[in-house]
């Protein structure tokens, strides 16, 4: 299991009422149901628009099961952003 921190930015940001907090898991999906756990409600549905980065890295279409995290990682949670 791996240690780091889920940073939220924008309206997952808001949904969370932080702007991060720490994660224990294996993988992004285990990372993202502590998430759910921790913040039902309106942080749940915001994630379904959301997209990763892990360590800086896009996540894109990969499967959340298959994104292995890294002891002292970052996951940003970055919901669609308007304009460009």
């Known amino acids: 299991m791996a240690a780091g921190t889920i940073r939220y930015w924008a309206a997952a940001k808001a949904a969370a009422g932080t702007a991060e907090e720490p994660y224990a ?6 990372a993202l149901d502590g998430v ?3 913040h039902p409600g309106e942080l749940t ?5 959301c997209s990763f980065l892990i ?3 896009p996540v894109g279409t ?3 099961e ?3 995290l890294a002891e002292g990682g970052t ?8 304009g460009g």
Do not use: I, K, M, S
């Open 25 to 30: 898991a294996v993988t992004l999906a285990e």
């Open 36 to 38: 759910r756990e921790r």
């Open 45 to 49: 549905r915001v994630l379904q628009r």
């Open 55 to 57: 360590d800086g890295n």
């Open 62 to 64: 990969r499967g959340h």
């Open 66 to 68: 298959t994104v292995r």
């Open 75 to 82: 996951v940003e949670v970055l919901p669609p952003f308007a």
